[in-house]
T-cell receptor, first 114, second 112 residues
Framework: GAVVSQHPSWVICKSGTSVKIECRSL??????MFWYRQFPKQSLMLMAT?????????EQGVEKDKFLINHASLTLSTLTVTSAHPEDSSFYIC??????????FGSGTRLTVV | SQQGEEDPQALSIQEGENATMNCSYK?????LQWYRQNSGRGLVHLIL?????REKHSGRLRVTLDTSKKSSSLLITASRAADTASYFC????????????FGSGTRLQVQP
């Protein structure tokens, strides 16, 4: 079946630094990738939709200059949290889909900003 | 934005009992899915039910869908301690939006 690899699985960074999270579709071409965020004991909230070769579409309230998304190829999307602050500490998870097929989720990244 | 609510928010049962979780959503949907998430981990897809289906079974799981009430339920029969996790419903709204919209989740604790 479809596999999505997400790295790193966890990261600790200092406040003010940037962190890049990668999401790769291993055995299919992902025309669309999605990035979600999950705060402790809460549900997953969609942050942005990433389409290969075009700009990402951000959900209301998500700062596009803070959460940079690049989807340069059909198998890779990256999310960069710029100038991270402790309130950005969260669980970030991507999903990818090929055409109209179902979403396949990565294993998530636990970000802790200290 | 969050599509809907799940209840209960938390559920604690004994091993062997059945667990029922309910999900309500707000807009018309193409399908509804249930996911499981162990603490701090990724999502595990459990089952998908399409908008024209009313009930679906998979092993110890039974899902119902009532589109007139915009609600779904997940029943786990003969629960095990290993079923302890958070369970989320997720919908694919019509038309054409392809991202999943998640419910608020139910935290299930199965006591051995």
């Amino acid at each position: 079946g479809a596999v999505v690899s997400q790295h790193p699985s966890w990261v600790i960074c200092k406040s003010g630094t940037s962190v890049k999270i990668e999401c790769r579709s291993l055995d299919f071409q992902a025309t669309t990738m999605f990035w979600y965020r999950q705060f402790p004991k809460q549900s997953l909230m969609l942050m942005a939709t990433s389409n290969e070769g075009s700009k990402a579409t951000y959900e209301q309230g998500v700062e596009k200059d803070k959460f940079l998304i690049n989807h340069a190829s059909l198998t890779l999307s990256t999310l960069t949290v710029t100038s991270a602050h402790p309130e950005d500490s969260s669980f970030y998870i991507c999903s990818a889909r090929e055409g109209d097929l179902d979403n396949t989720f990565g294993s998530g990244t636990r970000l802790t900003v200290v | 934005s969050q599509q809907g609510e799940e209840d209960p928010q938390a559920l604690s049962i004994q091993e062997g009992e059945n667990a029922t979780m309910n999900c309500s959503y707000k807009t018309s949907i193409n399908n509804l899915q249930w996911y499981r998430q162990n603490s701090g981990r990724g999502l595990v897809h459990l089952i998908l039910i399409r908008s024209n289906e009313r009930e679906k079974h998979s092993g110890r799981l039974r899902v119902t869908l009532d589109t007139s009430k915009k609600s779904s339920s997940l029943l786990i029969t003969a629960s095990r301690a290993a079923d302890t996790a958070s369970y989320f419903c997720a919908t694919t709204p019509r038309p054409g939006r392809r991202a999943l919209t998640f419910g608020s989740g139910t935290r299930l604790q199965v006591q051995p």
